[in-house]
Antibody, heavy 124, light 107 residues
Framework: QLQLQESGPGLVKPSETLSLTCTVS??????????WGWIRQPPGKGLEWIGS???????YYNPSLKSRVTISVDTSKNQFSLKLSSVTAADTAVYYC????????????????WGQGTLVTVSS | DIQMTQSPSTLSASVGDRVTITCRAS??????LAWYQQKPGKAPKLLIY???SLESGVPSRFSGSGSGTEFTLTISSLQPDDFATYYC?????????FGGGTKVEIK
């Protein structure tokens, strides 16, 4: 059974870089066709897609965050990671990692499996 | 990017009610729409993909319909476990967007 687990600091100072890792178990991150992604949810608000990555390293980012986001993959550890630079209080959110299922006929994908999420607070 | 608008933002209903949630896209997304259910403190759960395909293990009281720019999620007979927030998500391209959510509350 596929499981995803987010890990990283729960508190980050303003202007610093938020770093999170998602560890995948019960399946290989190198499985063909699947993308892996990050989504966030500010307290009491809706969901926002941050970006997606393929095991080869191909990435797609939310245009609104693109200048601050880097997503990378480490196939040897079956992990992928998120870095978000120059954070402010507006980046306080629960961050989820997820596996995206492909769909024939579109480049887009939807979120099939989710991690439990981790709360990251931006505060001095 | 494609904007997704859900209505209503909050819905009050009773057990046994038929519930319908609407999701509108700012441009045509064909049938590339998914629906999720989220309970407090939990990750979202996939219910429906490709507008009307039921994810494995999801009760048949959930159904989806629509294409182009207008979509609906229907719960045929609301159960106590269904009180939650529901989100739509378009996947017409690599760039993914969610609706703002609809909270289904107990009347």
């Amino acid at each position: 059974q596929l499981q995803l687990q987010e890990s990283g600091p729960g508190l980050v100072k303003p202007s610093e870089t938020l770093s999170l890792t998602c560890t995948v178990s019960g399946g290989s991150i190198s499985s063909s066709s699947y993308y892996w992604g990050w989504i966030r949810q500010p307290p009491g608000k809706g969901l926002e897609w941050i970006g997606s990555i393929y095991y080869s390293g191909s990435t797609y980012y939310n245009p609104s965050l693109k200048s601050r986001v880097t997503i990378s993959v480490d196939t040897s550890k079956n992990q992928f990671s998120l870095k978000l630079s120059s954070v402010t209080a507006a980046d306080t959110a629960v961050y989820y990692c997820a596996r995206l299922r492909p769909a024939a006929g579109t480049f887009g994908r939807y979120f099939q499996h989710w991690g439990q999420g981790t709360l990251v607070t931006v505060s001095s | 990017d494609i904007q997704m608008t859900q209505s209503p933002s909050t819905l009050s209903a009773s057990v046994g009610d038929r519930v319908t949630i609407t999701c509108r896209a700012s441009q045509s997304i064909s049938s590339w729409l998914a629906w999720y259910q989220q309970k407090p403190g939990k990750a979202p759960k996939l219910l429906i993909y490709k507008a009307s395909s039921l994810e494995s293990g999801v009760p048949s009281r959930f159904s989806g319909s629509g294409s182009g720019t207008e979509f609906t999620l229907t719960i045929s007979s609301l159960q106590p476990d269904d009180f939650a927030t529901y989100y739509c998500q378009q996947y017409n391209s690599y760039y993914l967007t969610f609706g703002g959510g609809t909270k289904v509350e107990i009347k």
